[in-house]
Each structure stands twice: as C-alpha cells, then as structure tokens.
C-alpha cells in the first residue's frame, strides 16, 4: 500500500512546477528596464512579464549598476511597471539555422515572417563567436565574379574579402546589391536590411534581389520602427547564419545593410545605459564593437564569407565617424557619389574614389596595366570636363586628355550598366583590355604597353 502510493506520487513530481527566482523591475527610464533581485551575466536573456494583465516582453541584460542590472527589451514596453516580475531564462540570445532557411525571410530572431510556413531548424548557434585566427585565415587568392563590370574590371573582389559600399541616400546602393546578389558565384547569400523603411523591404526581395537571387538567399530584416536592440543584433544574427554556412563548406556572400543604421542602435544602447557620448553622440563602445563584427567574415578553413557592407554617409560626408572607422578596417570601399547618380550614371561607383585592397593579388599583372589605363583616362577626362564641355580644350595640348576624349565612349559602356544585364567575367577582361590596348597605342609608355590577353579566370 505505502510503496503504490510512493510510486504514483513519484511519477506526479516531474509535474509540480519548479520553483524558480523571479527579480522584480524598479524603475523604467527611456528604453532601458532596471530590475533587482536576480544575479544575471552581461547577454542573460529574461522575460519581464506585467502582474495586472500577464502582458510581458524579452528583455536583454546590457548593463549593470549599483542598483541592478540595467535590461533592454526587445519589443515594446507598453503595460510594463515598476513591480513586475523578471524570469531569467537562463540563456542569451541565438539563432537558429538550417539548410531550410535558404529562400526565406526572418526577423532578427531567426523567426520566419514571410507567411511560407514553419522552417526545419538544425541547430542553434550563439550570436558572438571569436574572428578567424589571423593566421589560419586561407589567403585570398581568387576572384570574386559579381557579374558588374566596374567591379570585376577596375576594382576586383577577392574570394573572402570584406568590401564596403559607402553612399549617400538614393544613389542606388540596393540597387547594386541586388545586382550582386542575383548573379555573384556564391553557394549562398546571407542578406540583412537593418534598420530599412518597412515598404524597401518588400521592393528589395520582389524586385532588386527577384525569385533567382532569392531561392539561393536568407534575408534578415529589422525595420527602423523595431527595438534597437533588434536593429543590433539583426547584423549579429546575418554573420552566424553565414558562419554555419561558411563552416559546412560553402562559399557565403554576406551583405549588411547598413552598417551605419546598426551604429546608431548601438549608440541608442549605449547613451540609454549611461555611457558617453563622444563624436557626433557616439560612445566609445560603438567603435569598439565595429571590428568585432565585420573581423568574422573572412575565409576558413573550409569554406569563405564575402563580406558586403553598406555605409550610409550622413550629408554625403565621407569622413563622418562611422563611415571613417568602417573603411580602416575593411578591406576596400566602393564609393557611389550622388554627382554619377544625378547624371544617370549606373551604378554610380566613382572609380577615382575606390579601391580593392586585395585587386593586385588576385588579376594578372597585365590585368592591372589594363585597369590603370582606364583610371588614368578617367582622371584625365575630369580634371579637363569643364574645357571639354564647353568646346574650349585644344585638342593636341594633352595626348592623355585626347586618348581620354576618343575613348569616352567605350569608357562609359563598360562602367555603365542596367540592373539587369549580368557580364561574364571573361567579357569584362575583353573590353577592359581593348581600351587599355587602344589607350597604349594612342599614349605610348615606354616598356609598359600592356597586352592584349584575358584575365585570371577564378578556379
């Protein structure tokens, strides 16, 4: 009898509801919550949960001070109080990831919101990870083909490197993403539009990125109108989903847009717990977390990430904090300037004010000779445009401006192009190389003629 009875109460004791430590919240100030009565680590994720109508939301720990740990919820604070209860869940946030997550839309927790259904989920990933060690990073030694033929021409990418689109508003920089991501030689695009208008979101998935770039493609989003802890780790999120990738062999292309929007939700984190503001309101912090984030892309030992990051300049001003901190840790900048934009000129990459830090290692020598031949024609023509416009330049005064003048035309049909129209990286080299040629035979240059032959084809 005793030992029937023990048994039957023995199988209801997984059934009681555990006890568990609940913290209470003090005050709420701005975006921030301020909860005693729990011992939480920097990251703990904990749900904050109102006691009059069961209403409650995520909240993350990013601050502590001698009251409590200062928390920042991920939804809206509406309904909250002084009073209510804090669970801690006894984890920080993550992500889940899965070969079915390609063709999909996810918000910045991973969760679906394109109206597709459930994703079969294979694992979850932390958001934080350590960069590459530097010297187990696999050199970069290989194209990266994107099918735009200013790019692949002038400013070649490499396989692994970490490029940065800098641009004012509404000169065409997702336009340009979406250019790339449609045909660029990767196995998988990892796209995040962070901190976008909600109405960009859906033009960008139907209409620059279309049905072929996105069956190969997860896209992350975090409108403007989210949380900012939302709008920050939505860039986290996009760089472990394209590290799981990366680690199961995968050639990624990563693209963040926009870096700048993403500083701005780390500066609303950090001025709501307290910190200073230093350069145009940013913290310190700010600075310290760009390198922690854009170091992760980069080749592993199996597979690579293709890093592409958007930077919105603030009044078309290139030098401006963020835009100024981003390009000394990237490796190369692509510059779209609102002058190629206003005169129809597209994409609008100014090639004067580029540069690929890795082009000389992946094109052949003759490659080079070719593309500062299109440069030098280039700089000549500008820096004589007025003269030529108003039909005072005398031609023969300068033999680089008269080449440059002659070769207008070519010049612009192979740095102009629609949005639609792919080019093989072979057609690239061979209208780069017959302007190079044209302009050796028009300006000679002792011992430095370049020859007609085609660029390195990526392996």
């Given at each position: 009898?005793?030992?029937?009875?023990?048994?039957?109460?023995?199988?209801?004791?997984?059934?009681?509801?555990?006890?568990?430590?609940?913290?209470?919240?003090?005050?709420?100030?701005?975006?921030?919550?301020?909860?005693?009565?729990?011992?939480?680590?920097?990251?703990?994720?904990?749900?904050?949960?109102?006691?009059?109508?069961?209403?409650?939301?995520?909240?993350?720990?990013?601050?502590?001070?001698?009251?409590?740990?200062?928390?920042?919820?991920?939804?809206?604070?509406?309904?909250?109080?002084?009073?209510?209860?804090?669970?801690?869940?006894?984890?920080?946030?993550?992500?889940?990831?899965?070969?079915?997550?390609?063709?999909?839309?996810?918000?910045?927790?991973?969760?679906?919101?394109?109206?597709?259904?459930?994703?079969?989920?294979?694992?979850?990933?932390?958001?934080?990870?350590?960069?590459p060690n530097p010297l187990e990073r696999e050199r970069i030694e290989e194209p990266f083909v994107t099918g735009v033929r200013t790019i692949d021409g002038l400013l070649t990418i490499g396989r692994g490197q970490r490029v940065g689109i800098f641009a004012g508003s509404g000169v065409g920089k997702s336009?340009?993403?979406?250019?790339?991501?449609?045909?660029?030689?990767?196995?998988?695009?990892?796209?995040?539009?962070?901190?976008?208008?909600?109405?960009?979101?859906?033009?960008?998935?139907?209409?620059?990125?279309?049905?072929?770039?996105?069956?190969?493609?997860?896209?992350?989003?975090?409108?403007?109108?989210?949380?900012?802890?939302?709008?920050?780790?939505?860039?986290?999120?996009?760089?472990?989903?394209?590290?799981?990738?990366?680690?199961?062999?995968?050639?990624?292309?990563?693209?963040?847009?926009?870096?700048?929007?993403?500083?701005?939700?780390?500066?609303?984190?950090?001025?709501?717990?307290?910190?200073?503001?230093?350069?145009?309101?940013?913290?310190?912090?700010?600075?310290?977390?760009?390198?922690?984030?854009?170091?992760?892309?980069?080749?592993?030992?199996?597979?690579?990430?293709?890093?592409?990051?958007?930077?919105?300049?603030?009044?078309?001003?290139?030098?401006?904090?963020?835009?100024?901190?981003?390009?000394?840790?990237?490796?190369?900048?692509?510059?779209?300037?609102?002058?190629?934009?206003?005169?129809?000129?597209?994409?609008?990459?100014?090639?004067?004010?580029?540069?690929?830090?890795?082009?000389?290692?992946?094109?052949?020598?003759?490659?080079?000779?070719?593309?500062?031949?299109?440069?030098?024609?280039?700089?000549?023509?500008?820096?004589?445009?007025?003269?030529?416009?108003?039909?005072?330049?005398?031609?023969?005064?300068?033999?680089?401006?008269?080449?440059?003048?002659?070769?207008?035309?070519?010049?612009?049909?192979?740095?102009?192009?629609?949005?639609?129209?792919?080019?093989?990286?072979?057609?690239?080299?061979?209208?780069?190389?017959?302007?190079?040629?044209?302009?050796?035979?028009?300006?000679?240059?002792?011992?430095?003629?370049?020859?007609?032959?085609?660029?390195?084809?990526?392996?």
């Open positions: 009898m005793v030992a029937s009875t023990l048994d039957a109460l023995t199988t209801k004791v997984p059934l009681v509801p555990r006890l568990r430590p609940l913290g209470r919240v003090t005050r709420i100030v701005g975006l921030v919550i301020e909860a005693t009565g729990l011992e939480l680590g920097m990251g703990s994720l904990c749900r904050v949960t109102s006691l009059s109508d069961d209403r409650s939301v995520l909240a993350e720990v990013v601050g502590f001070h001698e009251r409590g740990a200062l928390l920042m919820p991920l939804g809206d604070l509406e309904g909250l109080h002084p009073g209510a209860s804090v669970a801690d869940l006894g984890r920080s946030l993550g992500v889940r990831v899965g070969e079915a997550m390609l063709g999909r839309v996810v918000n910045a927790l991973g969760m679906p919101i394109d109206g597709k259904g459930k994703i079969e989920f294979e694992k979850r990933v932390p958001l934080s990870n350590d960069p336009v340009l993403l979406g250019m790339i991501a449609r045909r660029a030689e990767s196995d998988v695009n990892v796209i995040a539009l962070l901190g976008e208008r909600g109405r960009e979101v859906r033009e960008f998935v139907e209409n620059a990125l279309g049905p072929e770039g996105l069956a190969r493609s997860v896209i992350i989003v975090a409108t403007g109108d989210e949380s900012a802890l939302l709008r920050a780790r939505g860039a986290l999120v996009a760089t472990a989903i394209a590290e799981w990738f990366r680690d199961r062999g995968k050639q990624v292309l990563l693209m963040v847009d926009s870096v700048t929007r993403v500083a701005m939700a780390w500066r609303e984190i950090g001025l709501a717990v307290g910190e200073p503001p230093t350069t145009k309101g940013y913290p310190p912090s700010v600075f310290a977390y760009l390198p922690r984030l854009l170091e992760r892309a980069g080749n592993g030992a199996q597979g690579g990430i293709t890093g592409l990051y958007t930077v919105l300049v603030d009044g078309d001003d290139f030098t401006e904090p963020v835009a100024d901190a981003a390009r000394s840790i990237l490796d190369g900048h692509l510059v779209l300037t609102r002058r190629l934009a206003s005169a129809g000129h597209y994409p609008a990459i100014d090639i004067l004010e580029s540069k690929s830090r890795v082009r000389d290692h992946v094109i052949t020598r003759t490659q080079r000779d070719h593309a500062g031949a299109v440069q030098r024609l280039e700089a000549a023509y500008r820096e004589k445009e007025d003269l030529i416009l108003v039909g005072a330049y005398q031609r023969g005064s300068n033999p680089v401006v008269d080449a440059a003048i002659d070769l207008r035309g070519p010049v612009l049909d192979l740095l102009q192009q629609p949005p639609d129209e792919y080019t093989p990286f072979e057609q690239t080299g061979q209208q780069l190389a017959e302007i190079g040629t044209r302009a050796a035979a028009m300006v000679p240059r002792p011992g430095t003629a370049p020859r007609l032959n085609q660029m390195r084809m990526p392996s």
